[in-house]
């Protein structure tokens, strides 16, 4: 962890009490006119440069780098308290751990991660299992990548992740220990937790079970609009009230809670907290492959917005609000719109023509602004209109008006008319000349990216990350799989991959007597994706005329 403060000459008083602290450490250097003076310290020296920095840290000219980055005065002092402060514990490792265990109503409660600038832990406020979607059967399943992105925004924001004692893998591992499903229909020790969605409390995820009852808590005392439980259970829920009432007096478990066999209400479980529904992809820029330059572009012009306003409302500058990504089905136009999703940590809206079109007169351009509304509600926001052509054709050549109200609609949304804020339209399209020209002008979908088919080292690029997770055989060779390819999309070639491990599970499958599948034990650990298992794939995957 290199700290690297950058100050000028000031009229300040405070200035020769500066040059004094910053000029007695060996790195001490300045520039030529005009004259700045720089000093770097080492994660060692951390109270020396909190004390540089409770000097110089205010003035306007001061430029603080950790590394090569950029980083905010505030966010340094504290990592570099944090840090201070584990270097004087007794037990380092136990100060990283966020020391001792706390008892709450859920039982004994401590920091989940090694570090304590990441606040997840195992109480039903910060807990780990905020994260994932409760199913209609009444299963949540951890969403083990939000999670992980979660913990590493976490650590970016906080710098967490230039401190020395911080190690991304010991970050994984904790999650990977995890578990990947909660079932409170079957432990004991889990409850459904509930939110207000449609006027209603539902489950919307689960919560640690809450040890200490409240006596005297009867269902007459329960909310209205909450009694009973469901069909076949004799009007009581599947979950004991007296078990989970709190002692802050708050409700008892609602009987409306999932019950073994039964379905929530419809909409009833939407993922992640209730008080946002937001959702994130988790696909990252590492799962696109061979779209380097379009990569670039994006980030520039559409993530930039995104993560960092400020620069472009200090510069005057208006960003790029829409995005028309035009190619080939299957060549990674809705995954790299997931991925800039993802890296902005920004809401996902996919709209696909079929949803949005309807038969009743002006329900079509309501359904329109009903997208927009909930992007702007949770921005940071990317709209993917999937087949824009399928909603936005030329003018010039539809035949009825209701497609050209339609049209006028998207228009009017996409112009500013109405204060999107922090949004980002993109577009994509197999046939960009059916698009009504319009879109394309500024301010609407004027960045226009065409995705072709991948060369030969985009499919070798491709290839290495669909295979990245497979066990391969020596004989495996990438770049011949490449070359041989011509014509693949990205999609085919993930096809590819897929079949080649679905022949390698059938030469070890076998059947029993009754037709059921049978796999030998000790057999999983030795498979490994050969040469053969490929070249027997090949003709199965055809690409199509497009």
Not at 43 to 66: I, N, Y
Not at 115 to 141: A, D, K, M
Not at 335 to 346: D, F, R
Not at 359 to 373: M, P, Q, T
Request: with cysteine.
């Amino acid at each position: 962890m290199l700290i690297t403060v950058e100050f000028r000459r000031t009229g300040s008083r405070d200035f020769a009490r500066a040059l004094e602290l910053a000029s007695g450490h060996p790195t001490f250097a300045s520039t030529p006119p005009p004259v700045r003076f720089r000093v770097r310290y080492t994660q060692d020296e951390a109270e020396a440069c909190e004390a540089l920095l409770a000097v110089v840290g205010a003035w306007s000219q001061t430029r603080l780098l950790l590394g090569e980055h950029p980083v905010d005065r505030q966010r340094l002092a504290h990592l570099l308290a944090c840090y201070r402060a584990r270097l004087a514990a007794p037990d380092r490792r136990a100060y990283c751990q966020g020391g001792e265990v706390h008892e709450t109503q859920v039982g004994p409660v401590r920091q989940l991660f090694p570090c304590r600038l990441i606040p997840i832990s195992e109480s039903n406020h910060h807990g780990w299992f905020q994260y994932g979607r409760l199913t209609r059967e009444g299963v949540f399943l951890v969403d083990k990548g939000l999670l992980r992105h979660t913990v590493r925004e976490a650590a970016h924001r906080t710098l967490a992740e230039h401190c020395p004692a911080f190690f991304s893998a010991e970050v994984d591992g904790v999650v990977d220990r995890l578990p990947d499903r909660i079932h409170p229909q079957r432990d004991g020790g889990w409850t459904y937790r509930e939110g207000w969605v449609d006027g209603r409390f539902v489950p919307v995820g689960v919560e640690k079970r809450r040890r200490e009852p409240v006596a005297g808590v009867s269902s007459a005392a329960r909310p209205a609009g909450r009694q009973g439980g469901p069909a076949g259970d004799s009007g009581r829920s599947w979950e004991d009230p007296a078990a989970t009432a709190v002692a802050d007096g708050a409700r008892a478990a609602p009987s409306h809670s999932v019950a073994p066999g039964s379905r929530p209400a419809e909409g009833s479980a939407p993922t992640g907290p209730v008080t946002e529904r937001r959702t994130v992809p988790a696909v990252r820029y590492g799962d696109v492959g061979g779209l380097t330059r379009q990569l670039r572009v994006i980030r520039e012009n559409l993530e930039l917005p995104l993560r960092y306003p400020e620069l472009f409302t200090h510069l005057g500058v208006e960003p790029h609000r829409g995005l028309l990504l035009a190619g080939p089905p299957g060549t990674g136009k809705t995954l790299l719109t997931k991925a800039l999703a993802t890296e902005c940590q920004a809401h996902f809206c996919i709209v696909n023509g079929p949803e949005i079109i309807s038969k009743w007169h002006g329900e079509s351009e309501a359904n329109l602004r009903r997208v927009f509304d909930e992007a702007r509600l949770l921005a940071p926001a990317v709209v993917l209109i999937d087949e824009i052509d399928s909603i936005a054709p030329d003018r010039s050549r539809v035949t009825h008006n209701h497609e050209a109200v339609l049209v006028s609609q998207l228009l009017a949304l996409l112009d500013g008319l109405i204060d999107r804020g922090a949004v980002v339209v993109v577009g994509t399209t197999n046939r960009p000349e059916l698009v009504d020209p319009a879109l394309r002008r500024p301010g609407r979908l004027d960045l226009v990216l065409e995705i072709g088919m991948p060369d030969a080292q985009a499919r070798e690029e491709i290839l290495r990350i669909h295979t990245g997770r497979m066990p391969l055989h020596p004989d495996v060779d990438v770049p011949e799989l490449a070359r041989r390819t011509e014509g693949f999309a990205g999609a085919h070639l993930g096809s590819l991959c897929r079949e080649a491990g679905l022949e390698c599970m059938r030469e070890v499958l076998e059947f029993s007597a009754d037709g059921e599948f049978v796999l030998p034990p000790g057999v999983v650990d030795g498979l490994r994706v050969r040469r053969s298992h490929f070249e027997r794939a090949l003709p199965t995957v055809t690409p199509g005329r497009y």
